[in-house]
């Protein structure tokens, strides 16, 4: 789910189908991460006040687990089947009439159009900053990763022509590598046209480097058709962390592809090769041929630095 933009809470979001796109963002309080639950058609929810009324609200709220609150779960529904807002096509207003600077995630960024109604602005397509790189607005400095296209053209507002800052949401189309850059590998398994699947697992090139995402873009340049779902393991990504990597002259046609991963930072081999972490003997370490080996993963074998992802 994405979190409301500008930290916001659930009660922002007036469309049933799309509350159940959103998280609820206020850090720091009770509700936040708790994931926005829509009501029932013709109900809303009782704020005590009619005028506030929503449809919309955090879970633990709607459910009383929240402290304070009261048990409203007779008005829930259950979320509608909608598809999350696809980064290449069905954007929605960023919620509670903000702007696209509300965002304040690259990735997220891609999926909102500008929802200030009476703006220059109104309904332009929000543009996440390339990475490396911020938009400067006078009000936050080089604080702003998303902004609309307008702005970032120096065609609406007071902005100055920002696109040497801007980024990419959609994937750029890339050709089939011509016959006479390939060879043909007899009796291959799987021929070019078939579909491929590949995961990843390792420790810190897995997490911080693109050559997964690379070599996605490489399959699909060879004509195969490339199927990565997404999984249920814990700590999974989708590129490298926060894509904060360097970007060679075809960035744009790999870094928005969804490349699954599971990159654990200080990892080794070993945290992948046996199903638990109990060790033999009670000093944290088991016996590998003769050798010694920590069962804590992490930098430097310290368990505070492990992670919240569990081994496999």
């Known amino acids: 789910r994405v979190p409301v933009p500008g930290g916001q809470g659930c009660y922002l979001i007036t469309d049933r189908a799309q509350c159940c796109l959103f998280a609820d963002a206020r850090d720091g309080t009770p509700y936040a991460g708790e994931a926005c639950v829509a009501t029932r058609s013709g109900v809303t929810y009782d704020v005590g006040d009619p005028a506030a009324a929503s449809v919309c609200q955090p879970r633990c709220w709607a459910t009383g687990a929240c402290p304070g609150q009261g048990n409203q779960s007779e008005r829930t529904d259950e979320c509608p089947a909608v598809s999350p807002p696809d980064p290449l096509g069905n954007r929605m207003p960023v919620p509670g009439g903000q702007g696209c600077a509300a965002v304040k995630d690259r990735l997220d960024c891609c999926r909102f159009v500008d929802g200030r109604p009476s703006s220059p602005h109104a309904g332009q397509i929000c543009v996440p900053a390339r990475h490396g790189a911020l938009f400067y607005s006078s009000e936050e400095q080089d604080t702003v990763v998303c902004q609309p296209s307008c702005w970032i053209s120096g065609t609406c507002g007071s902005g100055t022509n920002q696109s040497d800052r801007a980024g990419f949401c959609e994937a750029q189309a890339v050709a089939r590598l011509p016959s006479a850059a390939t060879a043909e590998q007899g009796g291959a398994r799987i021929a070019a ?117 569990p081994s496999i």
């Not at 997964?212 to 249920?232: C, I, K, N, S």
């Not at 972490?277 to 804590?296: H, L, M, P, Q």
Request: a neutral charge; aromatic letters at 12%; charged letters at 15%.
């Open 193 to 309: 046209g078939g579909t491929v699947r590949f995961y990843v697992v390792g420790s810190s090139n897995a997490a911080w480097q693109n050559w997964p995402d690379q070599m996605h873009m490489m399959l699909e340049r060879l004509g195969y058709v490339v199927d990565l779902p997404r999984t249920q393991i814990p700590g999974e990504i989708i590129g490298p962390f926060g894509r904060r990597t360097p970007k060679c002259a075809d960035a744009q046609a790999y870094e928005p592809l969804s490349t699954p991963r599971l990159g654990m930072q200080g990892w080794s081999s070993w945290g992948f090769s046996y199903e638990n972490a109990t060790c033999e003997t009670g000093d944290g370490y088991r016996d590998i041929v003769g050798w010694n080996v920590s069962c804590t993963n992490g930098w430097a074998c310290n368990p505070l630095w492990r992670g919240p992802g």
